[in-house]
């Protein structure tokens, strides 16, 4: 009896500490290699590579993770990725990517109050060598001083942010159990985006960069592929890269879709960034994260009112204009696809209706001096046109 007690705490004992190896997702030291089938590096990361990973580079070519020996992993090419629209868009997809991300541009959907970004971090232990003299502290590591950079960039755009610089330590993997409890808290402040803050472990020419004139890390996105609502999250980091590819390109080095939940399994909007490497300089990150904060109010919905106007008003009125416009225009697709029967003939329809009628409709619009005129003119190169007053 003794014996069998004995047994099955022995296995449990393994059961939970296998849990835990598999569940420490970084590495403290050293990095995994991923490259490509001809032996070029696709990408360096002290995040736990596995078989069924992938990652979208920064030219948005997407990489599928095969093979794992040791620490060095295989990747195949899968193409490259639409970062407004779905890896495989129909045409329909594509207009529907074309006019969101045009409604966007021209006008940025905008909240009824105060947009809210929360800032956290699982890992508060990282840190930066060269900067503070070790790769972790264990009270609170250069990591928190990234995340303030974040904070004030953001604050200085008018954008009220949640720092919160709650110690998850030691690293170990009960450390996303722990850092959970941080992301309840702030899901009741209802925040437009949450960000979970890390640093990486690579080497320093890895993320070091310039970009916008600036001696800067760049930053990658992590997606858990484990999260039943990856869809969405993936959906939220394409979106933040494809706008900071127009605003600071080469900014973002990735999106990195790696084994686990990561906590955004909470909320669809949670991320987690990688910001540099141990290896590089503090002050760097701090100005590469500040570059992300140029990024983050479009992500949320900030937008600038018009003269007068407040951006209840604003965002009223317009989002009235484009709803009404798209739901026109959907009408109208909808009314010829039903009327005609197929797209070829809804098509010809449009085209004969922009050659014929729409110039009938143009002309009867005109003040009956420029009809009569164009009545004369008609008569005088010998030609009779119809006329719609019953006249001549």
């Known amino acids: 009896m003794i014996f069998r007690l004995l047994l099955v705490l022995s296995v449990c004992l393994l059961v939970v500490s296998a849990g835990q190896v598999l569940a420490h997702d970084e590495l403290e030291d050293g990095y995994f290699l991923v490259i490509d089938e001809e032996g070029r590096v696709v990408l360096e990361t002290g995040i736990v590579v ?92 250069g990591i928190l001083e990234v995340g303030e950079a974040l904070a004030e960039a953001l604050r200085d755009k008018g954008i009220e942010v949640i720092h919160d610089k709650t110690n998850h330590s030691p690293q ?27 640093r990486d472990t690579a080497r320093r020419a890895a993320y070091e960069d310039q970009v916008a004139g600036q001696e800067i890390t760049k930053v990658m996105i992590v997606v858990g592929r484990q999260n039943p609502q990856m869809s969405a999250t993936l959906g939220l980091a394409k979106r933040m890269k494809a706008e900071a590819d127009e605003v600071h390109p080469g900014l973002i080095k990735g999106i990195f879709f790696a084994k686990g939940k990561y906590n955004q399994d909470m909320s669809p909007r949670v991320l987690l960034i990688e910001v540099g490497s141990h290896t590089n300089d503090r002050e760097d990150a701090e100005r590469g994260i500040a570059l992300l904060a140029d990024v983050i109010p479009t992500l949320v919905g900030v937008g600038a009112p018009g003269p007068g106007q407040s951006a209840g008003e604003t965002r009223g009125s317009f989002n009235a204009l484009w709803w009404v416009l798209g739901l026109s225009v959907l009408g109208v697709v909808g009314y010829l696809l039903v009327s005609t029967g197929s797209l070829k003939e809804a098509r010809e329809k449009l085209s004969r209706y922009f050659s014929t009628e729409f110039k009938d409709v143009v002309r009867l619009g005109r003040p009956e001096g420029d009809r009569r005129e164009g009545r004369e003119q008609a008569g005088k190169s010998g030609e009779r046109r119809p006329d719609r007053d019953g006249e001549g």
């Open 50 to 141: 596995n078989v069924g990973d992938s990652f979208i580079d920064a030219d948005n070519r997407k990489w599928e993770i095969y093979r794992v020996e040791g620490r060095t992993a295989f990747a195949r090419s899968a193409g490259v990725v639409d970062l407004l629209g779905s890896e495989n868009p129909t045409w329909f997809e594509g207009f529907l990517a074309w006019w969101r991300g045009l409604v966007q541009r021209v006008y940025p959907v905008q909240g009824e109050g105060q947009r809210v970004v929360s800032i956290y971090h699982t890992h508060t232990a990282e840190s930066y060598e060269p900067t503070d003299g070790a790769a972790f502290k264990r009270e609170g590591g």
């Open 172 to 198: 170990d993997a009960a450390a996303y159990d722990r850092s959970r409890r941080t992301v309840s808290k702030l899901l009741r402040r209802n925040p437009d985006l949450i960000l979970d803050v890390h």
